[in-house]
């Protein structure tokens, strides 16, 4: 139906809603669970730092954190960001290198220096047990840790607040019988406190990129639709796995260019705006088809003759009236279609 698919496309455009696959649009009205990377998209993703501890407590505070800042001045990740802007004394980084998932690692001022994930440390048998850190875990935050020629030196802990409108958009998302999920890179306390503030039903966490789009295949294998909801670089696998892609504008390029659809608001609301419009188009389909055949079902008949023995008979002249009576209505009913703001 041509009128219903370009009412509904400047509808889309008009809502910030950039519709790159129209058969991933259309289909999204049978959605049964949405996936949400949570960093820049459940979350602003704009990190700072909130607190420093000493592991041991044997140097000055400002050493560690000036360390982690001139290695994470390097690399371009929200919480490697956030490090690099707590210190302004920053130092040259010789053979600076990224540990995939883990955190980074370079050579300061003669010093091997380290910022990585707890997973790092549990790879490496480091041992980082000290009773401030799951308080601060417990509180949403993210810890990452230094380490200094091969020794634990420091923790900095990290807050990311989450978005306003998230919570709203997994509300009406139930609403609508639709399941939601988030995927992170991040620890299980983390996760949880993310999933408890904005009402998940399910989570996965400590989930390296490249097994991102292996949970989403995990969920798919349960029979259901699914659609993935990201920003950056690492979801672009998972993005191209999931039955509808939904990207975040302000995200990277790379899961701009996979997704079928584009947020340009990066508003996790207009994650159920897709889900409405493409449901809205298909009843408006279904109507127009059924005027559409209405037309062909009662007219064909008639101008050939079917009830010519009543005395019943289309002239041409009727039967063009009908046919252009047919055409406005599919019309009008096609610019008849809204979306709910």
């Given at each position: 139906m041509p009128p219903v698919v370009a009412v509904s496309t400047a509808?889309?455009?008009?809502?910030?809603?950039l519709i790159r696959n129209r058969g991933a649009f259309e289909g999204a009205r049978k959605l049964q669970a949405v996936i949400f990377d949570k960093t820049g998209t459940l979350t602003e993703g704009r990190f700072g730092v909130t607190d420093t501890l000493l592991l041991p407590q044997d140097i000055d505070e400002e050493t560690p954190r000036k360390y982690a800042a001139s290695v994470d001045a390097n690399s371009e990740h929200p919480i490697a960001?956030?490090?690099?802007?707590s210190s302004d004394a920053k130092l040259a980084v010789l053979n600076f290198k990224s540990i995939p998932s883990?955190?980074?690692?370079?050579?300061?001022?003669?010093r091997e220096v380290k910022v990585v994930s707890p997973g790092y440390l549990r790879e490496q048998h480091i041992d980082h047990a000290d009773k401030r850190i799951e308080p601060l875990q417990a509180q949403g935050k993210t810890v990452v840790f230094?380490?200094?020629?091969?020794?634990?030196?420091?923790?900095?802990a990290l807050a990311d607040s989450v978005r306003p409108e998230a919570k709203q958009a997994i509300e009406a998302l139930k609403a609508l019988n639709i399941r939601c999920m988030m995927l992170t890179g991040d620890n299980q306390a983390t996760a949880k406190w993310v999933s408890d503030q904005v009402g998940l039903d399910e989570y996965f966490a400590e989930v390296l990129p490249q097994d991102k789009a292996a949970k989403v295949k995990e969920v798919q294998a349960r029979g259901v639709l699914v659609a993935m909801t990201g920003d950056g670089v690492n979801d672009a696998p998972a993005l191209a796995q999931a039955d509808v892609d939904i990207a975040i504008g302000a995200g990277s390029d790379v899961a701009?260019?996979?997704a079928d659809i584009v947020l340009v608001r990066s508003n996790p609301q207009d994650v159920v705006a897709i889900v409405e419009l493409s449901r809205a188009t298909y009843r408006k389909m279904i109507q127009n088809l059924f005027w559409a055949?209405?037309?062909?079902?009662?007219a064909i008949p008639l101008a050939a003759g079917a009830l010519y023995a009543w005395g019943v008979v289309l002239s041409p002249a009727l039967g063009a009236a009908l046919?252009?009576?047919?055409?406005?209505i599919v019309a009008v009913n096609a610019r008849l279609l809204r979306l709910k703001k």
């Open positions: 509808l889309a455009a008009s809502h910030g809603l960001t956030a490090i690099a802007a883990k955190g980074a690692e370079g050579k300061v001022d003669g230094i380490l200094i020629d091969g020794q634990l030196k420091g923790a900095i701009v260019e996979t055949t209405g037309y062909n079902v009662v046919m252009a009576a047919s055409t406005v």
